[in-house]
C-alpha cells in the first residue's frame, strides 16, 4: 500500500466535512473564533472629518494668524459652527472638524493671548492633523472575509464596523478516545506492564488553544466489541480521535472496529516519519482521526492534522500550522522515503534537533519547540543551512 503525501491527506481530510453551521456570537465571547461570512462596515469610520490632536481648527491659508478664537468642538459633543474667515475653533482630538477648517494648529505650536491666537511654527499643508470622513473604512466597505480569524485586532474592526455580534462558525465538540490493555489513568499506580495514559491529557492541552469542547471518553481495551462501542458513542461528537491500535498488530483494533461501527474509512498511512499509521474517515456526521499510540507520534499527527480540523470545522480558510525558514546549528542526516517531522528547539546559534527523534521519546519532545520539516529524499543538510520548521510556540 502506498504511503499517501501529508499535503494530500490534509486536502482529503477537510474534504471529509464542511465547516460546521454559522451561529452568532457577541463580540466578547469571539476571540479566537473564525468569521462565518463576509462582514461588512454598518457605518463610516470616523464618522466625520475628526480632528488628531489637541489644538486649533484654522485655515492654512490664514498661516500665521492671528485667529479669533470662537468656539470649541469637543469628542462627543455637538458639531460646532462653520468658521467664518479669521476665526479659529479650539478643538480636542476626536472631536469634528467646523466647515471651512482645514488644518489643525496643535497647541503647543499656538500663541493664545485671550481670543487671539497665532501660529509659532512654520505653515502646515492643508488637511494636517485631521482624520477624514470615512479614511478608515466607509458604510458597505468588506471590512473582513469569511473565514478570518477573529484576532483582537479585527475584533476591534468589527465593533468600530458597528457590529456587536457576529456570525462565527460553531465550535466543534471533540471526542478522545484512549486505546490500549496496558494504560491507566493520569496518577494512578503503574504494576509492572502498565503504564500512565499520557495521550488523552496531551491531545486536550492541545486543543486548550483552539476553540473546541472536549469530551474524554477514557481508555478503551485492545478489544474489537469495546472498541466498536466506544466509538458508537462517540459519534454524537464532531470530531472523534483515538490514539493507538493504528497499526498491524494482532491488537490493533481501530480500523476493524471502525468499520464494524459503521464507519467509512478514507485514507491509512501517510508517508511522514513519525505519525505513518495514522487513519481518517467518517463515522456518521463525525469526522474521524485514527492517531498512532506512540506520544511523539500522536502530537506530531495532531499538531499536523487534528488542531487543523479543528481550525476548518470551526470555519478557518486557513487552518493549516505556519511554517517559517531557519538556519541549522548543526548538520542533519539524509530522510528516507518519507517526510520527516524532527523535533527540535531554536537556540542561540540555530536550530538543533533534539537528541533521540525515537517516537516514543517523550523527554526528547518536551524539550522541542518546533518540528523541523524535512520532505523525504532530502540529502544530508550542514550546520548553516536553511530549513523548513513548524513553529510550536510563538
Ligand atoms: N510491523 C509493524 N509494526 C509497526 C508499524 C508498522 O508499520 N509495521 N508501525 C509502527 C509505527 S510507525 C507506529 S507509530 C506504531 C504505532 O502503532 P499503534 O497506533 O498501533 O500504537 P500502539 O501499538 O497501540 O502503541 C504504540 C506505543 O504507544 C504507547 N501508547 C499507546 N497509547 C498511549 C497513551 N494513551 N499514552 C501513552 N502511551 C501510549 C503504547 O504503550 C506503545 O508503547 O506502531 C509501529 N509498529
Ligand atoms: O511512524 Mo511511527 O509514528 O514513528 O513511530
Redesign the pocket.
Known sequence: MSLLPVAEAQARLFALAPPLPAETAPVAACTGLWLASDLLALRNQPWADLSAMDGYAVRAAEWPGPWLVAGESAAGGAVPAPLAPGQACRIFTGAPLPAGADTILIQENATRERDRLTASDDPLPVGRNIRPAASDFATNARLLAAGSALTPARIALAVLGGHGTLPVGRRPTVALI???N??VPPGEPTPAGS??????A?LAAMLAALPCDVIDLG?VP?DLDAMTAALKRAASADIIVS???????D??M?RPAFAQAGGRLDFW?IRM?????LMAGTIADAVFL??????V??FVTATLFLLPLVRHRAGSTAPLPRLSEARLAAPLPATGDRDDYLRAYRGEAGIVSVTSQD??ATAAMAMADCLIVRPAGSSIAAAGDIVTILPLTD
Open positions: 484512549s486505546t490500549g496496558e494504560l503504564l500512565p495514559s499520557s495521550n488523552a496531551m481508555i485492545d490514539t493507538g491500535g493504528a497499526s498491524v498488530g491488537h490493533d481501530v498511512k516519519r513519525p505519525g505513518k499509521p485514527g492517531l498512532p499510540g506512540n506520544p507520534s500522536a517516537s516514543a
